[in-house]
Every structure is written in structure tokens, then in C-alpha cells.
């Protein structure tokens, strides 16, 4: 695939803007599926791509993430779970 953006003016920050995740690819069934909950801190709200998922938030107290089973290189993925 190949993501393109057009700007309607020279932005001469773009590359450090390209890496906030609101810029993310996402699936677009993923993401319909979700509809307005997609990107809430809810685990299932999440489309992950990475070696950790969410398992639980608590706003300004605590996060916490399990070792990702579908991630590509899971079996690298030494440390079970982040809180």
C-alpha cells in the first residue's frame, strides 16, 4: 500500500508531524466497526500493531499491557506484561 498526503501549503514541520499516531493508516473495517468508539481506551477500541496490548486503563493512576499473541515477532517478546 502507499499512504499519500497532498498539503495545500509548504508545512515545513510535516516530517515531525507524521509521527503523531493521529496520522496512522488505519483498516478501514476496523475502523468502521468501531464507529465512534474507535480510539477510546477501551482494549477492543484499539486496532493493535504492535508487541503489547492494552489490558486495562485507569485515568491518572494506571496503565497496563499484556504481551501481544498476533504480534509478528511475538516469540522475541521476552517480557509477559508492562503496568
Known amino acids: 500500500y502507499t499512504v ?3 498539503l495545500t501549503r509548504p508545512e ?4 515531525s508531524k507524521t509521527t503523531n499516531s493521529i496520522l496512522f493508516p ?6 468502521k466497526s468501531k ?8 482494549p477492543d477500541s484499539i486496532l493493535y500493531n504492535g508487541p503489547y496490548l492494552l ?3 485507569t485515568s491518572k493512576s494506571s496503565i497496563e499491557y499484556v504481551k ?3 504480534y509478528y515477532d511475538h516469540d522475541k517478546v521476552t517480557i509477559e506484561k508492562v503496568k
Open 68 to 70: 501481544n499473541p498476533h
Open 4 to 6: 499519500e498526503y497532498t
Open 26 to 31: 488505519v483498516n478501514e473495517e476496523f475502523l
Open 35 to 42: 464507529d465512534k468508539d474507535f480510539g477510546t481506551l477501551t
Open 12 to 15: 515545513p514541520y510535516w516530517n
Open 55 to 57: 489490558k486495562d486503563f
